[in-house]
């Protein structure tokens, strides 16, 4: 198993920016993909950015692209979302989540890390 603890929300102005953390633990050698996903309030979970493990791969949303990267630190088995240009729809709970090697779906997830922009 992989555990995975998000850090890095909390309540920022239209326009600015904010850097998620997700720090891994457990069966780190395992892990193919990790993955930013976020859920709005009614909404269904969707998809954000995702980064290969042991390579630099990134791949991102159309929502995120050009306003959000993603990057890690094997050192530190933790992975990062910065995000700039925040918009009032970009507000959502931001879960982690890690995709295992053979599974071909991302079944480990953080508590997540609610994020408020406000316009």
């Known amino acids: 198993q992989v555990q995975l603890v998000e850090s890095g929300g909390g309540l920022v102005q239209a326009g600015g920016s904010l850097r998620l953390s997700c720090a891994a633990s457990?069966?780190?050698?395992?892990?193919?993909?990790m993955g930013w996903f976020r859920q709005a309030p009614g909404k269904e979970r969707e998809f954000v950015a995702a980064i290969r493990w042991s390579g630099s791969s990134t791949y991102f949303a159309d929502s995120a692209k050009g306003r959000f990267t993603i990057s890690g630190d094997n050192a530190k088995n933790t992975v990062y979302l910065q995000m700039n240009s925040l918009k009032p729809e970009d507000t959502a709970v931001y879960y982690c989540?890690?995709?295992?090697?053979?599974?071909?779906?991302?079944?480990?997830w953080g508590q997540g890390t609610q994020v408020t922009v406000s316009s």
């Open positions: 457990g069966s780190i050698f395992s892990i193919y993909y």
């Open positions: 989540a890690a995709q295992k090697r053979g599974v071909g779906r991302y079944d480990q």
